[in-house]
């Protein structure tokens, strides 16, 4: 425990203990240096980017290859040695170098590729990634995929299962659209709403096809990478794999179809004077821009104070002017669903309003301590949660909340001085309950990871739950990573407790 907030789970004495022939069988794999017992980076390796989660493993492994991931989960099994896949912010084998194919617009790369340096290698070939979140300057693909990561583009790209794995087909009718609003949004809702179009083009087809490359625990590589559009012989193994959190293997590497690069991009920051007109406003986007409207997202008067006054000095101007966007969004005004807002003039001003929207997670970690809830939940009745905690807490702590109103997905955050476990058993189970009882998801794109593992009955059927294990137990022989029971990230290093 880190004081009285963070969590550690125990140690499963199913698993054998590391010991010093371990040691020097991993050395033969990897290298001396590759292989970490260093007490600070075990720290590092072994707390969670909330500093809330705290493993308790004793070596850190560093692969540099599918084949490293190989014999070091395949000696693993044989020796019965618990294993947490893990990746993110670290830059451990000096970066991966991504390969593409700029005809079929296929990118293949390693797992641990930063994200960020993803979307800038494409952006520099005239393509785009599908998939962009905050953390992107420190998250790696690997981890994307093994998390199914959802983030700000899923309203126009979906799900990474219809990005790496699956044969997705979408046609776009593009349309010029035009906004010019020019005023400062800081009322009680604020909506970035992103809308890209292809001038003078009406339509294009694009095809998302890719697929992964996945270690399994008994050394057993998957090559699953392939770049058909079709492929129906029989079952579609790789989806296991995506969102699966490590648990049926290492993922290695990833092929991804990236969509050519859009001629322009407008994104739009509006206030709403209330939630309301936020769904309202959503619904008529949906309806009125739906084909060119790449992101949706919604952050509260509390969202936008924590980050303005934490994180960033707000002036946002705006002097452009986009015909399409401009007559919605100004329809849109005379019919009161926004009461004011700005179009970004250049990428940086976009750029600005993004840091807005994606600097409040971060605001909320220097706030203090942070409960946080990422759920699926019905547009309609999402905020009515925000609104019965708050009126549940008091003013015990400070209620937020944010997140992709375009996919239903609310990112509740409980912020107060302290963490305290008073306050946690007023949350938890209701907000578990609440999500539940509305036929929600308590994990929209966050995984369940150890915070929800022993939750997932709330939103998963007993049946469904009992299939999943029994296809677990059937495979046994062959799928058993089963290890994941400390600090629990993802790809590209291996900590062995
Ligand atoms: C987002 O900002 O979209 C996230 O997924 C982070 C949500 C959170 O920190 O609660």
New binding site residues.
């Given amino acids: 425990f880190f004081g009285s907030r963070s969590t550690v789970t125990e140690r499963n004495p199913v698993f054998s203990t590391i010991n010093a022939d371990d040691i020097a069988q991993f050395k033969e794999i990897l290298g001396e240096k590759y292989v970490i017992q260093d007490e600070e980076r075990l720290l590092a390796a072994n707390t969670d980017w909330m500093r809330k989660y705290k493993g308790s493993s004793k070596l850190l492994l560093q692969p540099r290859s599918t084949a490293e991931v190989s014999q070091i989960l395949k000696y693993c099994n044989s020796r019965c040695l618990a294993v947490v896949p893990q990746g993110g912010n670290t830059g451990l084998v000096g970066g991966s170098v991504p390969v593409f194919d700029e005809v079929s617009g296929v990118l293949v790369c390693e797992a641990g590729c930063i994200l960020e340096n993803l979307v800038s290698f494409l952006d520099n070939q005239g393509f785009i990634m599908p998939l962009d ?2 953390a992107k300057g420190s998250c790696q693909i690997g981890g994307n995929v093994s998390t199914n990561a ?3 583009r899923f309203v126009r790209y979906g799900s990474l299962h219809g990005n790496v794995l699956g044969r997705r087909v979408w046609a776009d009718t593009f349309r010029d659209g035009s906004l010019e609003l020019s005023r400062i949004p800081l009322e009680t809702m604020a909506i970035v709403a992103h809308f890209v179009s292809v001038s003078k083009r009406t339509s294009s087809m694009s095809v998302h096809v890719g697929s992964l490359e996945a270690v399994l625990a008994n050394g057993t590589v998957l090559d699953m990478l392939g770049t058909l559009r079709k492929d129906n012989t029989g079952y579609d193994l790789k989806h296991l794999f995506i969102g699966s959190e490590g648990s049926l293997g290492i993922v290695t590497k990833i092929s991804i179809l990236a969509p050519p690069k859009l001629s322009s991009v407008n994104l739009a920051f509006l206030a709403c004077k209330d939630y309301v007109s936020c769904q309202n406003l959503l619904l008529e986007a949906k309806r009125k821009l739906g084909e060119i409207l790449s992101a949706f997202e919604f952050l509260d008067g509390n969202s936008m104070d924590l980050a303005n006054v934490l994180i960033l000095g707000t002036n946002i101007y705006v002097h452009a002017s986009r015909e399409k966007l401009e007559a919605f969004l100004l329809r849109s005004m005379e019919g009161g669903l926004i009461s004011d807002g700005v179009l970004a003039q250049d990428m940086n001003q976009a750029l600005s309003f993004w840091r807005i ?2 600097g ?2 971060e605001a ?1 970690m220097k706030a203090g301590a942070v409960y ?3 759920l699926s939940l019905p547009v309609e009745k999402m905020y009515d949660l925000v609104e019965a905690m708050r009126i549940r807490l008091g003013p015990a702590a400070e209620v937020i909340g ?3 109103l375009g996919d239903g997905n609310l ?1 509740l ?1 409980i912020s107060l001085p302290e963490y305290n476990d008073n306050v946690l058993a007023q949350i938890e189970p209701f907000v578990y309950e609440w999500t539940s009882k509305h036929r929600g998801s308590i994990s929209a ?2 995984g369940l990871g150890l915070m929800k593992a022993n939750k997932i009955h709330y939103s998963r059927s007993p049946e469904s739950m009992a299939s999943v294990t029994k296809w677990n137990q059937l495979n046994r022989e062959e799928l058993p990573l089963g290890a994941s029971e400390e600090v629990f990230m993802v790809e590209k290093k291996i900590i062995l407790s």
């Fill in positions: 979140l905050g959802g983030g700000l929207r994606e409040v997670p909320l946080k809830y990422d944010y997140g992709h990112h955050n794109e966050h």
